[in-house]
């Protein structure tokens, strides 16, 4: 298979080629050769252990680049320190990933400069394991290898590796994979992130509580903190969507790519909603916890306590996602979030019906492990034709599994 095919999704991207030390070291040349034929703008970083079996300047001829060993390199620093080199990449690619690099990145060690910039970037990160056939099969592996994909999600992705004989005599699973493999899962992956990111699918989604005044200093409100809606908002950013984050008053902060609206009272979340719908959006999501209702009169000066049985009149909201639900949506997704108690899938289920909901979440916020103000979840999905459990995760990891079905949900829409 020749070079040409790669040229397109190849061509000019920035590449960082992480060596580590093993002997499939000598496989990362021929990579480093075959990247820089496609097109890539490639910067090699070696760990100590990878000079060992492949000297510097083999890369150095190879890449046309200078190579970099050192975290404290003053000669590099000078020129692009770390945090430039990466901010620089598209791609960091390790290969060969050995047991012991795969262990320190799992535990979030930062001790030379290549693990120092997987924890720096925000890039594509691509390991390819190679190691003894025992070393992989051990359960020390494996759990290492399974936190680093709860950690970095869809953002890292594994390479291998392959079956076959090793350099210590050993048959089995542990090889590298050969460097073609390894180019064109790169290209496949960058053609899917450019498709992605034409797409721009345009995303609305409500977060945090509501608060509704009684006096300057008294407002009714809830114990939403926003976490999950604004983890939704990072999850469907990372997948390329132009995202607008309609906030209620909490204490987090947003990726400059995202469009934040604050709001304090469901008056104000229903305008900006209904202002985002006039504006146009692919996908809608009322993941706020909007207070039902709100004080008729509001008293201007501090109530005090002169009456032992105070009465507050209260009035309905208005009903956000109904309002949207309401709308011409043939090609739209609409999503309801339902926060309860008890009973929870049947009341998901009729909340769906009631409002004209593509999908309802559904989470026990009787839970505190899992309820408003916790760093997890685990929620069920119920939709027109099936009801689907999450199993409980990070709010951020349960944003990406959400993120993704309802960009396929989306598209299945469409395509009727």
């Not at 080629?17 to 021929?30: E, M, P, R």
């Not at 001790?111 to 720096?120: E, I, P, Q």
């Not at 006096?215 to 990372?238: C, Q, W």
């Amino acid at each position: 298979m020749g070079y040409s095919i790669f040229t397109m999704s190849l061509s000019d991207k920035n590449i960082i080629l992480g060596v580590s030390g093993g002997i499939a070291a000598y496989k990362a040349a021929d990579l480093c050769r075959r990247l820089k034929r496609a097109g890539a703008n490639v910067r090699v970083v070696m760990t100590a252990g990878a000079c060992e079996f492949v000297q510097p300047l083999t890369f150095q001829a190879l890449s046309g680049e200078p190579v970099s060993v050192q975290l404290l390199d003053e000669s590099a620093e000078a020129g692009m320190g770390h945090i430039e080199l990466a901010k620089w990449a598209d791609i960091i690619l390790v290969a060969p990933a050995t047991a012991n690099l795969i262990a320190r990145l799992a535990k979030g060690f930062a001790d030379d400069l290549l693990s120092t910039l997987v924890l720096a970037t925000e890039a594509q990160l691509i390991l390819a394991p190679a190691m003894n056939q025992v070393m992989w099969a051990n359960p020390v592996t494996q759990n290492n290898l399974s936190e680093l994909s709860a950690l970095y999600g869809a953002r890292l992705i594994f390479v291998g590796p392959d079956s076959g004989d090793q350099a210590c005599g050993d048959v089995g699973l542990g090889r590298m994979v050969e460097p073609q493999t390894i180019i064109e899962t790169i290209d496949t992956l960058s053609a899917e992130r450019e498709a992605k990111a034409s797409f721009k699918c345009r995303v609305v989604i409500t977060a945090g509580p509501t608060r509704e005044a009684i006096d300057p200093v008294r407002y009714i409100t809830n114990h939403s903190s926003g976490k999950m809606g604004f983890a939704l908002a990072e999850a469907f950013r990372a997948e390329g969507a132009q995202v607008t984050l309609i906030t209620g008053p909490v204490s987090l902060t947003a990726h400059p790519d995202i469009v934040r609206v604050d709001v304090e009272t469901a008056q104000q979340m229903h305008q900006a909603a209904l202002m985002s719908e006039r504006q146009g959006f692919d996908i809608f999501v009322g993941a706020a916890a909007v207070a039902d209702y709100a004080p008729i009169a509001f008293s201007d000066k501090k109530m005090k306590k002169n009456d032992a049985n105070l009465v507050i009149e209260l009035q309905e909201n208005p009903d956000i996602i109904a309002a949207i639900g309401d709308c011409d949506n043939s090609t739209r997704l609409i999503v309801g979030f339902a926060a309860e108690t008890n009973d929870v899938v049947e009341y998901a289920k009729s909340k769906r019906i009631k409002k004209k909901l593509d999908l309802v979440i559904a989470n026990d916020v009787s839970d505190s492990s899992i309820g408003f103000n916790s760093d997890e979840n685990q929620v069920t999905l119920v939709s027109e034709t099936k009801v689907e459990s999450l199993n409980k995760n990070t709010k951020h990891e349960i944003a990406k599994q959400l993120a993704a079905t309802m960009l396929a949900k989306l598209e299945h829409k469409r395509s009727k």
